[in-house]
């Protein structure tokens, strides 16, 4: 098993795309961050609460859950990969017993998705204190408790990856892979908080239970403004936590079970 982990370590680091991550996690997080905290959330469109108040500092870390589609990306692209350049088929020949294989690749890019997520955190959390001391504004929450919410932040960018590598597993063709990960996190499930009744199941959803884990209530509440609906409740931070915790393990099981039933072709 330790010799398919490094294996696949090694298949990572052979290309570009972990830099690439890499590059992007840095600006998603330190530019994008410092960006909306340079602005102030009071400038937003609507006015939210300033920087200086507990509201206005989730809503601007809040953001970051918009850009978990590029770690669950990844992750899909390292599923899909195995099939598109027909690398599978010598790789399960290599290891026949599959489960070993694709447990390797779990444990590899959950460790991946992880630093991807600490690389992107760290890098708002700059920005976010750079901005701050630029402006000479004392933020809402204390330094720790900021700290540990980069720290959700960044272990739902791995729960994302797994989520990803589920997807490609689910489904080998990689641009319908991409194409249904991305378009369901960027647009799906905000069509789905946009229809009544059906909106009841988004604290339920990968995205709600990102919200949850960050206090994030901002969209929700301005989409039940703008429908004048009442605001979806989401769950507690630790409830949005066990419920990623959840879609993890059931991922997890899905990019492992699916292959072996499958010829590979």
Partial sequence: MNALIKAEFRRLLATRMWLWALLTAVVLGGGMVGLLTAVGPENFSPPMPG???????????GMLGFTVFVPAALGTLAMTSEYRHRTATFTFLF??????????????????????????TAGAGAGFFGALAARGVTPGLATGTVIELLLRLALTMAVYTLLGVAMGALIRNQIVALAVVIGYLYMGELILMMIPGVNLLYPLLPGGATASLTSFTYLADVLADELSTSPVSLLSPVGGGLLLAGYALVA??????????????
């Fill in 51 to 61: 920087l200086e108040t507990e509201e206005g500092v989730l809503s601007v870390f």
């Fill in 95 to 120: 290891a026949p017993q599959r489960w070993q294989v694709l447990t390797a690749k779990l444990v590899t890019f959950g460790v991946a998705g992880l630093v991807y997520g600490l690389v992107q």
């Fill in 252 to 265: 997890a099981a899905v990019a492992v079970l699916v292959p072996m039933r499958r010829d590979v072709v």
